[in-house]
């Protein structure tokens, strides 16, 4: 009786203990993975690249406001081709009338920090990959790590032509040990390391992910070319611009949508075209954030009327239009920003259709570039200006805004060359660093370039105010956000904003 | 029994001491709302920055209302500002200032307001300071803020409980000299100044805290020695030769008197307040010197009158908005004088809006219209903020309605009915001064029954019935005008579109007016209707109204 007492209660101490053998004990989180058990396969190389890639398109905790909507910001903002609309933040109009502060939700930079970080852990982990996963080749490995850093790259080159001097972080926190408290590093320093992110990249990225829209949205040889044009361009690198151009141009992949009917719905409606070299690729899944800035009752921009008077210009006699403006980059009944509200010249997307693309580059911008580039070479203006009137003459741009330069005036040329780009990439987030890239040429020989934009965007009665303090070229950049000073002591305030 | 009773006994008293004692201890309750200090305790925090600056807020006893809840705007000198001032004035510490002086100092240095620096503009700060004189704004070269011109702002926007503290390089000094006086100690203005003298206007203008506070503040546009040579007077005896028509200069109505009071403008208005209006009015009797901004370029008086553009004077910014005990002296580099103009016909086209201008796939393109929304026009305001008051369209060459440039306005217009629009107001273009009969050119329809027209506020006493017709397509214009009427149609002079006269008004001041059309009474019709209007017409009293007519395809016909 007694023995099977005991088999009795030692068989049911082992059917508690046994049992207790569950699952909750286990460390390992249960509703993810972690990063021992990830990076084990080339797949996951490539998943993790894409979702590099997905964080160009917004924040994946839905928290902050979407890269693309802070490109925009950067690049118009300052510039003299929005104007504001009744939802406009005081934080957008206090940039606009240069009085931003530290505490300007505009200089959040935590947007591109992210894409940063997720390209820092590809390449701080996939190297590991190749000793468990045989399939994996060096040459393959090398091709994700160079999509990681030339992605990277761009988003430095982002942070160094808005705030300058940034901190440089190249390897991921993925960790609490990984936090590190960095001080800022130089903006030479960061173009040198993007130059060399890029020149990696440059030598192992692939020409094509073998599938058209791949190439549109992610980085292949000739992005990482075109990236390189813009970094060399705007460290008045002028022939090895010219040079990364040429490749891209010599490769016959691209080429100019032709300026008829369907340009419009080819290009900005449905993306992907031939002449797009990357792009933020918005899809139903996942909308950008366009419509409810640019279209509500609460809309924030605006098109200037600059933009229709001065920029495309007005033919009131003829009628003759250029094709890039009104219907295309502004509807001129209300100057509504139509390049990311358009489905044609006058239908409008639904607000659930909101999925315009964010253009980084196009193959325009790539002979734009290379005209800018062989103008400041010296000799080469009229290979420039065949390049700017093949621009002009798709755009069909107005004879009014023909400056007629003479290829050997240099300065004519720039000029000619900045307006035309105003034109081709309006509302694009590229007037700002334009301007600035041409402005601050040969130690800000043309400063007046930025106090005429001042001009056309300033209130008057701020206007001299706002062109004394560009004189102090620290403000030029946007200050360091207030928090991040508070977590990071490390970091030192641009001095125009101390 | 006993020792239960001691037991009991000194447990009680233990027990009284336990609570007297515990009773004693201190609570610790918060009883600020913040911790954050007001602005006399964040300087207190920095005396070896402010230790000057807050021995004379003391010793003026200003510090206890500075440190108290309110909102303020406080400008903190530094030490070594202090220092630098007791310098300029020779002195050696701030014991041998008396206290009005100190008071006033200090009061020169706070704003009752909290003003932070993206609030800054080209000029003087929206609130006065404490000692009544306002503070003027600016950005230095090195793109440094600078108040009053003088003092570099070292540290903005310090956020304390009752305001904000923006230290400063240099003490702020009051504006001791009148406007009067500042143009007269500058050589460049000898010309000026003489005439001033001549004309008694510089007395008017050497008043600090006139008691009548209507006229505290002038504002006075200089002409310096060099402009008027360049205009070809190179003296004040040919200045006076030039204008001085009744021998006197200080007689109201000469022209030497109106010319320098031409150049006065009431009030206090530094150049970020000019370029806030596009007119204002001087201390000539109803004359106003209007603004155009050209860039960085401050024009006044550039005008298109009868269709001649008249080139404006630019203002001197780096010599102007120069601060004064009773107001500010800018510079001119021309001259601007008062000129004789005659009233001609002038037709405002409501249509020619800067705005729909810009519209160039609507504006006068064939079966196009754009509806606006309240904002959208500068110059068009309405009643009902909510609705799209206004409707700009154009008919084609086909259409059956006669108006000029085939376009028209299209206003909600009703009495009495909360959801329609009650007014509409038009700013006019330019029109000089004088006596004007003001028509109605429209395409008759079915609202407007009762449409009061007011000029500047006033009525003109006609009520305005724009559903009707021609009175008599046989009637002679003669007989037409004396009912009010008149044809204007060149295609179709006996159609449905008409001119209706809308009274007879008096332009007092050569500038922009507003015209307001204000429906009186209920005519019934539905909310959406609009009344439709063509242009509307200016003509000079005293010349014909029937002449010219209007083609559809915009000729204007004599």
């Known amino acids: 009786m007694r023995k099977r007492i005991t088999y009795l209660v030692s068989f049911l101490c082992a059917v508690v203990l046994l049992s207790s053998c569950k699952k909750y004990l286990d460390l390992q989180p249960q509703d993810g993975i972690t990063r021992q058990e990830y990076w084990k396969t080339k797949e996951n190389i490539q998943a993790a690249l894409t979702g590099c890639y997905a964080s160009l398109l917004g924040d994946p905790a839905n928290k902050d406001k979407p890269l693309a909507e802070y490109l925009f910001m950067w690049g118009e903002t300052r510039a003299d081709m929005i104007a504001p609309g009744l939802g406009i933040t005081n934080d957008e109009l206090d940039v606009m009338n240069v009085n931003t502060l530290t505490t300007n939700s505009l200089a959040k930079w935590t947007a591109v920090y992210r894409t940063i970080n997720y390209c820092n852990t590809v390449t701080d982990f996939a190297p590991g990959v190749l000793a468990l996963d045989n399939t994996l080749t060096q040459a393959q490995l090398n091709a994700y790590l160079a999509e990681a850093r030339a992605l990277r790259a761009l988003m430095y080159f982002y942070l160094v032509r808005s705030f300058r001097d940034v901190p440089l972080k190249l390897t991921s926190t993925s960790s609490d040990e990984d936090l590190q408290q960095l001080p800022k590093t130089s903006a030479d320093t960061i173009l040198n390391q993007i130059e060399k992110d890029l020149a990696f990249a440059d030598s192992n990225v692939v020409f094509s992910h073998s599938n058209a829209t791949y190439d549109k949205g992610q980085i292949t040889k000739y992005t990482v070319k075109t990236i390189q044009a813009d970094v060399y361009l705007w460290r008045d690198k002028y022939q090895l611009a010219s040079d990364a151009c040429d490749y891209v141009i010599n490769s016959q992949k691209f080429g100019l949508i032709a300026g008829n009917d369907s340009w419009f719905n080819t290009m900005y409606y449905k993306g992907n075209s031939n002449e797009t070299i990357l792009e933020f690729q918005f899809d139903q ?184 303090k560009y004189k102090d070229y620290n403000s030029l950049y946007f200050p360091i956000y207030f928090y991040e000073l508070q977590v990071n002591p490390n970091l030192i305030q641009n001095p125009y904003y101390k | 029994m006993k020792n239960i009773q001691q037991v009991v006994k000194i447990a009680a008293v233990w027990l009284l001491m336990m609570t007297v004692l515990a009773g004693c201890k201190k609570q610790y309750l918060t009883l600020t709302t913040t911790e954050d200090v007001n602005i006399v305790d964040y300087l207190r925090k920095y005396p070896d920055q402010f230790s000057e600056y807050i021995k004379i807020l003391d010793r003026t006893n200003i510090s206890p209302f500075l440190n108290a809840y309110g909102t303020y705007t406080a400008f903190a000198p530094t030490n070594d500002a202090i220092k630098a001032y007791l310098v300029e004035i020779g002195k050696t510490s701030t014991d041998q200032l008396d206290t009005t002086t100190l008071k006033n100092l200090c009061r020169l240095h706070i704003i009752q307001d909290t003003i932070s620096t993206p609030s800054f503009i080209d000029g003087k700060l929206y609130a006065p300071t404490m000692y009544g004189q306002f503070l003027v704004t600016g950005v230095s070269d090195e793109g440094v803020i600078i108040i009053n011109r003088r003092a570099k702002v070292t540290k903005p926007n310090v956020l304390t409980g009752n305001g904000y503290v923006h230290v400063i390089d240099k003490v702020l000094v009051p504006a001791t000299l009148t406007v009067a006086q500042l143009v007269e100690k500058n050589t460049r203005y000898s010309i000026f100044t003489q005439a001033l003298k001549a004309t008694g206007l510089y007395d008017s203008l050497n008043i600090t805290n006139n008691p009548d506070t209507t006229l505290k503040w002038r504002t006075l546009i200089a002409e310096s020695d060099s402009a008027l040579n360049a205009g070809g007077i190179a003296s004040y005896a040919a200045l006076k030769a030039k204008y001085n028509n009744t021998g006197n200069p200080k007689n109201l109505n000469d022209s030497l008197y109106l010319y320098m009071s031409y150049h006065i403008l009431p009030g206090i208005k530094y150049i970020a307040d000019i370029v806030g209006q596009q007119s204002h009015k001087t201390m000539a009797p109803l004359e106003v010197v209007t603004v155009t901004i050209d860039g960085q370029k401050v024009l006044l008086n550039e005008a298109v009158f009868n269709d001649i553009l008249e080139k404006g004077v630019p203002i001197n910014r780096g010599l102007s908005d120069n601060s004064c005990s009773n107001g500010v002296l800018h510079e001119i580099t021309g001259n601007i004088v008062l000129k004789i103009r005659s009233p001609y016909l002038v037709n405002f086209d409501f249509a020619v809006q800067p705005e729909i201008l810009k519209l160039t796939s609507i504006y006068r393109k064939a079966g196009k219209s754009q509806a606006f929304n309240y904002g959208q026009l500068a110059d068009v305001t309405w009643q009902n903020t909510t609705l799209q008051a206004v409707n700009y369209y154009c ?35 330019l029109l000089v001064k004088g006596k004007y009969e003001v028509w109605f050119m429209y395409r008759r329809a079915n609202m407007g029954a009762y449409t009061q027209v007011s000029f500047d506020g006033v009525p003109t006493g006609v009520i305005v019935d724009f559903t009707q017709s021609l009175p008599s397509t046989s009637a002679t214009d003669a007989a037409l005008i004396a009912q009010g009427f008149k044809r204007y149609s060149f295609n179709n002079p006996n159609g449905n579109n008409i001119a209706q006269k809308a009274g007879t008004v008096t332009v007092t001041t050569t500038d922009r007016h507003i015209l307001r059309l204000q429906a009186v009474r209920d005519n019934g019709s539905g909310v959406t209707q609009s009344v439709t209007l063509d242009f509307v017409q200016f003509v000079p009293l005293g010349t014909d109204p029937t002449r010219p007519v209007f083609a559809r395809n915009g000729t204007i016909v004599p």
């Open chain 2, 395 to 429: 008919e084609g060459p086909t259409g059956t309605n006669n108006y000029w440039w085939d376009d028209g306005f299209g206003l909600n217009l009703r009495y009495g009915n909360s959801a329609a629009n009650n007014w509409v107001e038009f700013k006019t273009p």
């Open chain 1, 285 to 468: 899944q996942k909308l950008n954030s366009f419509y409810g800035m640019f279209t509500t009752s609460k809309a924030r921009y605006y098109a200037s009327p600059n933009v229709m008077d001065n920029v495309f210009t007005i033919d009131y006699i003829n009628d003759f239009k250029d094709l890039r403006g009104e219907g295309a980059s502004v509807r001129t009944n209300d100057n509504a920003i139509w390049k990311y509200l358009g489905i044609t010249y006058n239908q409008i997307r639904p607000s659930d259709q909101s999925y315009a693309h964010w253009f980084v580059y196009r193959y325009a911008d790539v002979l734009m570039m290379k005209a800018e580039a062989l103008n400041q070479i010296g000799g080469r203006g009229a290979e420039a200006l065949a390049l700017v009137n093949q621009i002009r003459l798709r755009g069909k741009a107005l004879a009014q805004t023909n400056t007629n330069p003479s290829p050997a005036d240099q300065a004519g040329m720039a000029d000619y060359i900045l307006q035309e780009r105003a034109r081709e990439f309006a509302f694009e987030g590229k007037r700002w660093y334009d301007v600035l890239r041409n402005a601050k040429r040969n130690n800000f020989a043309r400063f007046d370039l930025l106090t005429t934009m001042l001009t056309k965007s300033v209130a008057p009665n701020r206007l001299q105010s706002a062109i004394n």
